[in-house]
Structures are given as structure tokens and as C-alpha cells.
Nanobody
Framework: QLQLVESGGGLVQPGGSLRLSCAAS????????IGWFRQAPGKEREGVSC????????MYADSVKGRFTISRDNAKNTVYLQMNSLKSEDTAVYYC????????????????????WGQGTQVTVSS
């Protein structure tokens, strides 16, 4: 069974850091582009970041540029989202998504680009 599992969410104070993980089971992340998305209560899902299958291309939403870093470790079949200088407006459920219908240096922070989704992990930034 193909599955993406997010982990690493939790409660953190403003200015703090978290590292989210997106682990794949049942399939290899080799050759897949990965995106991170988030959805806050009452708001639409928002694209946060993505990484191409080669790792050579990354993209970030303007709201997280300079604070979040996406990376991948294909040997561990895992993609990470390092989140620093967290703000209250970063509070949301964070989802990772994957697609193999891509090329080595392509990714997108649009949900339509992806085929498989995880169940999400809650990130709450509050004092």
C-alpha cells in the first residue's frame, strides 16, 4: 500500500523551530517531486514548498522564504521541512504530497501537481 506519513508537528513558541518529516512506505521517493502544503482553520490549502526529484530545484511561498528549508534524503525515503522563526500565522495542518509524473528539475507548489497525499501533521505556534 502506497503511503506518505508526516511527522514532527507539535506546539512551539513564536520564534521557535520544528522539522517536519514526510516518509514514504510502499514506494520509493526516487523520481518523485514532493510538495509541502498547509491548511489553517477556515482557510484554503496553501502551497508552502516543493523539491524536485533531483533535489536540484526548490520553491517556497513568499510567506516562508528565508525561514523554511526543504530537503530530501532518498536513502531514507524521506523529505524534510525545516521551519525556523515560526510565527503564529504558520499554525496549520501540514501535508506532504508526491508525484512521479514529473521531470528531474520540476516541482510546483500547486496541489493539482500531486497525486498522493499524506494525512497531515498539526503545527501550532503559540505562546
Amino acid at each position: 500500500q502506497l503511503q506518505l506519513v508526516e511527522s514532527g508537528g507539535g506546539l512551539v513558541q513564536p520564534g521557535g523551530s520544528l522539522r517536519l518529516s514526510c516518509a514514504a512506505s510502499g514506494f520509493s521517493l526516487d523520481g518523485t517531486a514532493i510538495g509541502w502544503f498547509r491548511q489553517a482553520p477556515g482557510k484554503e490549502r496553501e502551497g508552502v514548498s516543493c523539491v524536485s526529484s533531483s533535489g536540484g530545484r526548490t520553491m517556497y511561498a513568499d510567506s516562508v522564504k528565508g525561514r523554511f528549508t526543504i530537503s530530501r534524503d532518498n536513502a531514507k525515503n524521506t523529505v524534510y521541512l525545516q521551519m525556523n522563526s515560526l510565527k503564529s500565522e504558520d499554525t496549520a495542518v501540514y501535508y506532504c504530497a508526491a508525484t512521479s509524473r514529473t521531470t528531474q528539475n520540476m516541482c510546483a507548489i500547486n496541489s493539482w501537481y500531486y497525486d498522493d497525499w499524506g494525512q497531515g501533521t498539526q503545527v501550532t505556534v503559540s505562546s
